[in-house]
């Protein structure tokens, strides 16, 4: 009878939980970028790591969608696998969003894909209309039986851990039973957004960051805070007042992908950028890149892989970056909306080089002024407008109150 060696077999798997995955899987993030629908696209996340990003989300999957349709081509058009870029190296640490209401077919999805990323997210926050036809987002969110069974069907049966995504209640207690029930349905991560499932678009409002905190007293699971990221200055101020574990940021990213990119950053001081130019770009303790310089970057990431973007992820993410200039020049921005076809990427390329050229030019003519200086108050909200030619942050005025909304 042959006896195996101990010292030759193998460990039996461990799946790490909670602390030990968010320590020794992904690193300890602070700074984490969301899942955003057709805009955190693989060139997205490669440039948001280059400014400071320690953890991105893939933009959210239909589960059912994906689940029903086994053809590699089209699962190719919501997680590449076949190019082995999406998940590969240097797209990691990686959480996958999906979102769903049938835990069949949101097993098949993940287990699809669970050998390309660090974690599976259960989308429970999107607030969208499509959310309501669909039956999924923040609209199951009355449905806490429906929920545990998805969050632990993937608990129970995933190689890697699952996290969940979602918005508050009015009630402080009731949001806190809530993320206590997703702890222990095996949510390993979760993601507090700090506005309830009415708050969105011209009625966005605020994020409340005391449920968060209440969220993050009461679970033992790491948690990240959504809500209210628009500066540097936001970030420490929101971790310092949720205790969360890390901040996430959606809509305040996407016009600032320099966002989590501090003064001394190594990702930005390694663009070899000198130190006067650093100055000009600095403002608070926040770095603010040229718009242009940034979409050009990104431009370039798109053309490096064999990834497919979306041309209306690259467009989207145009028109953000450069929204400060685009109400100025206002035929760029009518080009820049009228691009089509194969070659669409070289005419985006063509548009923004121009662009560059009229904001090196403006930033010339400002020569001897500091940011501070130049640094306006927009008259309908009272927030201080950086000059033109910087990435910066949007800011919605809501309708009912001056008030803005500082993040989607």
Request: glycine fraction near 6%; hydrophobic fraction near 40%; aromatic fraction near 8%.
């Amino acid at each position: 009878m042959c006896v195996a060696d101990p010292a030759t077999e193998k460990a039996p798997f461990r799946k790490l939980s909670g602390h030990d995955f968010y320590r020794d899987v992904l690193g300890s993030p602070k700074y984490v970028v969301a899942p955003m629908v057709d805009q955190s696209e693989l060139a997205w996340r490669i440039l948001s790591r280059r400014y400071g990003a320690q953890l991105v989300y893939t933009p959210m999957i239909n589960a059912k969608i994906f689940a029903l349709n086994l053809s590699p081509k089209h699962r190719d058009k919501f997680f590449d696998i076949t190019h082995a870029e999406e998940g590969g190296p240097s797209d990691r640490p990686l959480i996958v969003q999906f979102c769903a209401n049938d835990p069949h077919q949101l097993l098949a999805s993940a287990q699809a894909i669970q050998d390309h990323c660090d974690a599976i997210d259960l989308n429970l926050g999107c607030p969208q209309e499509i959310a309501r036809s669909g039956h999924y987002g923040s609209f199951l969110q009355d449905e806490w039986d429906l929920i545990y069974k998805l969050v632990n069907t993937l608990h129970t049966h995933l190689k890697i851990p699952v996290t969940a995504k979602f918005r508050v209640f009015p009630s402080t207690e009731k949001t806190v039973s809530y993320a206590r029930m997703l702890e222990s349905a095996g949510a390993q991560i979760l993601t507090c957004h700090g506005r309830i499932r009415e708050q969105r678009g011209h009625n966005t409002g605020l994020a409340d960051w005391s449920k968060i905190r209440a969220v993050k007293e009461a679970v033992s699971v790491p948690v990240f805070a959504n809500g209210n990221i628009s500066f540097w200055e936001d970030v420490h101020k929101c971790l310092e007042e949720t205790g969360a574990d890390a901040v996430m940021s959606a809509e305040g990213q996407l016009y600032n992908p320099a966002l989590f990119a501090p003064v001394a950053s190594t990702a930005v001081d390694a663009s070899g950028m000198t130190t006067s130019a650093l100055v000009k770009r600095t403002y608070g303790e926040g770095i603010y890149m040229p718009h242009a310089e940034l979409a050009l970057e990104y431009l370039d990431i798109v053309k490096s892989l064999k990834t497919k973007t979306a041309l209306s992820a690259v467009k989207g993410h145009l028109f953000k970056l450069m929204r400060p200039a685009l109400s100025r020049e206002k035929d760029l921005r009518e080009r820049l909306g009228k691009i089509v076809g194969p070659d669409a990427v070289h005419q985006y390329i063509e548009i923004v080089e121009e662009m560059k050229k009229r904001m090196d030019r403006d930033e010339v003519e400002a020569t001897g002024k500091s940011i501070d200086e130049l640094v306006t108050i927009e008259p309908t909200t009272g927030l201080k407008l950086l000059p033109h030619w910087l990435a910066q942050p949007y800011f919605r005025p809501l309708t009912h109150l001056r008030q803005v909304d500082l993040e989607s």
